[in-house]
Nanobody
Framework: VQLQASGGGLVQPGGSLRLSCAAS????????MAWFRQIPGKERELVAT????????YYPDSVKGRFTISRDKDKKTVYLQMNSLKPEDTADYYC????????????WGQGTLVTVSS
């Protein structure tokens, strides 16, 4: 399975952006899909997860109420809808996947840069 992220760009504070992560190859129903972000020089931060089969989601407090993760099983694509964006949301965003129960994510897409600036 390969992951291809897209949708990054420049947006003004308060604006919205939707990221996409398309999975190619044979996808597994018992996977956890996730979005992470990373600012250069800082640790990678988890911003959302979704269980591929049930669609159950998780968000840390830093993005809860502003970001929404979803998936389209037919298109094998995971989305991250980001609203009310703040300058501190500026980062490279990565999608990732792991089997349920795994301790770490072993599948990663390339980063897509999100810049929130006026």
């Amino acid at each position: 399975v390969q992951l291809q992220a897209s949708g990054g760009g420049l947006v003004q504070p308060g604006g919205s952006l939707r990221l996409s992560c398309a999975a190619s190859g044979r996808t597994q129903s018992r996977y956890v899909m996730a979005w992470f972000r990373q600012i250069p020089g800082k640790e990678r931060e988890l911003v959302a997860t979704i269980l591929w089969s049930e669609g159950i989601t998780y968000y840390p407090d830093s993005v809860k109420g502003r970001f929404t993760i979803s998936r389209d099983k037919d298109k094998k694509t995971v989305y991250l809808q980001m609203n009310s964006l703040k300058p501190e949301d500026t980062a490279d965003y990565y999608c990732a996947a792991k089997p349920r129960g795994a301790t770490s994510y072993d599948l990663w897409g390339q980063g897509t840069l999100v810049t929130v600036s006026s």
